[in-house]
């Protein structure tokens, strides 16, 4: 897929990050595109900025909240009767050392944010992404949370939990979706972010180009990690 003119597309964390660059890229290119985020002042700027790009429109969401899938489900359902992607892109990450350092609360805090969200996003939205073309559903990962990283390192045992988990619910959504809708995960690389730090070695721009080159990928490729185009170990 090129052609991102007229496609729907929903983006957790919009306003910030590899979010607000991948909305960039689709707006200019014709896509209608709802985005949330979890800080309202920074939103409002957001929000502005993208709406002179095309069609966008905000939605005050914090995916720790129990209830931020199914108000954010109801509101893509108010304004679309179909939808062409999901990318489910939002996430928390606190460092710490170790397990012993992040205590018993942290998993239990971030793992909603990090990977029930996104399964309540499939769950309530996949008629809608039946009912759109060549439909698909990004979950933006981290190179932190593959397998061998997991192996190399025991820092932010938290974050890189959960995005492994993360890896896991895309196989099995994407077994269960074949055919149907496209699932995959990508890998936008260490960025300048509000999570990756400003030692990092890339730019949010370049999180962005990365999801534009997955969600061009060809349709039938699905249950897959990605680095851009670039097919990675889970």
């Not at 397998?147 to 994407?174: C, N, V």
């Amino acid at each position: 897929m090129t052609n991102f003119k007229g496609k729907r597309i929903l983006i957790t964390g919009a306003s910030r990050g590899v979010g607000f660059e991948a909305s960039k890229l689709f707006l200019k290119a014709g896509a209608h595109v709802i985005g949330t985020g979890r800080d309202e002042t920074r939103l409002k700027a957001t929000t502005a900025t993208l709406q002179q790009l095309g069609d966008f429109t905000s939605l005050l969401a914090d995916f720790d909240d129990a209830q931020a899938p199914a108000a954010v489900a109801q509101a893509v359902r108010a304004q679309w009767d179909s939808l062409d992607m999901l990318l489910n892109n939002a996430a928390v990450q606190t460092y710490k050392e170790n397990w012993m350092e992040e205590g018993l609360q942290l998993l239990n805090d971030q793992w909603r944010c990090n990977v029930f969200a996104q399964h309540e996003l499939i769950f309530r939205l996949q008629d809608l992404l039946k009912a759109g073309s060549e439909p698909r559903i990004v979950n933006v990962s981290s190179g932190a949370g593959s397998l061998q990283a997991l192996k190399e390192s025991p820092d932010m045992p938290t974050y890189r939990l959960t995005k492994y988990a993360l890896g896991g619910m895309t196989i099995l959504w994407a077994g269960l979706l074949k055919g149907q809708v496209a699932v995959n995960a990508l890998d936008p690389g260490w960025l300048k972010t509000d999570l990756g730090g400003p030692g990092a070695p890339g730019e949010p721009s370049d999180g962005g180009e990365r999801m534009w080159e997955i969600c061009s990928l060809d349709w039938n490729e699905t249950g897959k990690f990605w680095h851009g185009n670039q097919e990675i170990d889970f």
